[in-house]
């Protein structure tokens, strides 16, 4: 009702030719809570000047409006034809006798798509080339990333509010296994763990009891003597079943470990080591895997996938830096695309390409004229604008701007933390002006979903009345 309230006497402070900026700026002091921090800003395409500047120079937490910075940056840098490849090297020299006498070399350069699905293929194309044995041994190379697997280790004093698998040069299935528990038929005995894929590159430590009560499991994985150890334990109720998965503590020795298997479920004999290393500089290419820039971007942009934006961010990095990329790297990477097209701010922090982090921030309006700025790039910008979330039809977005106006006047991207709320992207204003904007709360108090729906009601009053 509140709403319903606030909407009528925007229309009516309209029609009393009152400023738009301080219309909004009395309905946000209503309508936030107390203490809240905010930050408003739009701009005119067609008029070519900013219409809404709320606190627009106000950096706050951007949460995974963040992701607009990297994916937009990553299409500028890289361009809307660039492919992220996993290849097989063999330092053997001749290829015609079927025998791979010497290494195989698998190089990762941050593919988070990969599953074994794709390892498969890639054997496949072995075996095209009439391979059938390998004498070396498998040697991953994941050194086109800094080993810097965990955000905890480049982002200072970072508490991990959503901890997420490796960040790491080869992964495979999200670094991820999965296994499920089944509770034993007899009290006080331990309940059965089975791998959704047997590897023997696993190895788990069974500590589960069949109880009566209520299921209450910890795990954790660590890489011991070459191997995965899984540690399992607690309590799972009689008659009944659960999974869970774990994130692998070595991605590129469990990279190896299933090429390895590919490599032997395929008939090619293999009696090697797995070991990490770099791809010598003379090796030939037998085998590879591209997967396109673009089908990153809306995984991003549409469903905030925060594994992706992370590895999307360390490829912009290891570009940057021609290999071993850092989230330092990363940052220079958009640091220096951001002053070279006149956007950067000297308040502008990203330390991670999620925007999970608190300690990233910068202002709607350096964001805003972001957006412009990829507005104006023919070649990368329709791409772009269709990775983002229309309402009520996809993504983030599909519950949002429900019966406000046609949903294909918007296209946007949510950020979420505790506290946190943002909404950025392009709207169609109700004259077919095309404006760029971005909200944005930072509050104490207060319930998200109300303070979402309010944002969404701004946006469209916005576009109700230029």
Known sequence: MLFIICFVLFQLIFQNNETINEKILELLDKNLPRGSKYSLTCYSTKKKEFVVKINSNLPLIPASTNKLFTSGIALMNLGREFNIYTEIYTSDVNLNDGILNGDLILKGHGDPTLTSFDLQALVQQLKSHKVQAITGNIIVDDTFFEETFYRNEWIEDENISVPLPPISAITVNYNTVYLKITASN?????????????????????????????TRLSYSSKFENGFEVITISGNIRRNSSTNIKIHISEPAYYAGHLLKEQLLENGISFWGEIRKGKLPKISNLLAAKSTPLIDLLKPINKNSNNFYSEHLFLIIGGQFARGNGSPFDASQAIITTLKTAGIYEEDFIMVDGSGISRQNQFSTEMLVKFLYHIYLRSDIFTEFYNSLSVPQYDGTLIYRFNNLFLSDRLRGKTGTLNGVTSLAGYVFSKSGDLLIFAVNFNFSKGKQYKLRDFQDRLITLIAENF
């Open 186 to 214: 007899k009290i006080n005995k331990p309940g059965t763990i089975v791998a959704e894929q047997e590897l023997d590159y696993l190895k788990i430590i069974n500590r589960t009891k069949t109880t009566r009560t209520k």
